[in-house]
């Protein structure tokens, strides 16, 4: 059973930067890849980017590649989404996923936060 807990989300205007972070309560996460989806309203949740846990292997969406980095903090057991050049199509409901190593598809992660809304404005 994995719990996550979403923070760090808010307001900036276009261009700006964000960081949001997810707390992960679980035994351990070595089995796990960790994602961040976004959900904007009357659109389907889409994938922004995965981490595999214990090897750190990162995956993005093409609409982020470049401006947003995901990590995590292994003695924590905390994962990051670092927001850079933000634009006004990035605002959504930002959630944290856990699936199984290997999880690509949204489908293949059955653990989710609460969200987080993130708004940029112009």
């Known amino acids: 059973q994995v719990q996550l807990v979403e923070s760090g989300g808010g307001s900036v205007q276009a261009g700006e930067s964000l960081r949001l972070s997810c707390g992960v309560s679980?035994?351990?996460?070595?089995?796990?890849?960790m994602g961040w989806f976004r959900q904007a309203p009357g659109k389907e949740r889409e994938f922004v980017a995965t981490i595999t846990w214990i090897s750190g292997r990162t995956y993005y969406a093409d609409s982020v590649k470049g401006r947003f980095t995901i990590s995590r903090d292994y003695a924590k057991n905390t994962l990051y989404l670092q927001m850079d050049s933000l634009k006004p199509e990035d605002t959504a409901v930002y959630y944290c996923?856990?699936?199984?190593?290997?999880?690509?598809?949204?489908?293949?992660?059955?653990?989710w936060g609460q969200g987080t809304q993130v708004t940029v404005s112009s």
């Open positions: 996923a856990a699936g199984l190593i290997g999880a690509t598809m949204k489908a293949d992660f059955g653990s």
């Open positions: 679980a035994r351990t996460l070595n089995r796990y890849t």
